[in-house]
């Protein structure tokens, strides 16, 4: 193999990260800790960056990661394969305070961002030769105070792409 496969996978990673922070929904249930969230102002582009991590978290309590709700995009499983593929899983973890799930009309503030993402980035490309594909959603529990879940992606070869970033 004499390509470094790991520069694409890092700009791929920034990508998605802009594509959840451009999404105006994403955006403000984020920001936003109230029952009321999806009816609030609009929240900028550069206000939510600190909001959506591409590294893991592992202390609530310090900055940047002391917010209500937040999200991490991770690559958590490569497998190298011949003439420079790959197949990997791309996880995208949401995480709320328990006491910040409740939205209006019986939406749950963590699944409907685990939506959002999985509509925006299902059968999506991920670099020059792969997509993505939804596999799972998985509960994760964080602590006593911060819950949320796991979406896990295939990252897989994907001839003919349509759909660009």
Not at 33 to 55: Q, R
């Amino acid at each position: 193999m004499s390509v470094d496969l790991m520069k694409p996978i890092e700009s791929s990673l920034y990508r998605i990260k802009n594509i959840l922070k451009a999404d105006s929904e994403i955006r403000k249930l984020l920001y936003y800790t109230t029952e009321d969230a999806l009816e609030k102002s609009e929240v900028s582009y550069t206000t939510i960056d600190d909001y959506i991590s591409l590294f893991p978290i592992y202390n609530l309590n310090q900055e940047p990661y002391n917010k209500s709700n937040f999200i991490t995009i991770n690559l958590i499983d490569f497998v190298p394969e011949e003439d420079d593929l790959y197949e990997g899983i791309l996880q995208i973890t949401v995480i709320s305070k328990n006491t910040d799930w409740q939205l209006k009309d019986n939406k749950i503030r963590v699944l409907r961002l685990a939506g959002l993402i999985q509509k925006l980035l299902n059968n999506q490309k991920f670099d020059a030769s792969h997509k993505l594909n939804f596999i799972s959603l998985k509960m994760v529990r964080m602590d006593e105070e911060y819950s949320g879940y796991n979406i896990l992606f295939e990252i897989y070869e994907g001839g003919g792409l349509e759909n660009d970033f």
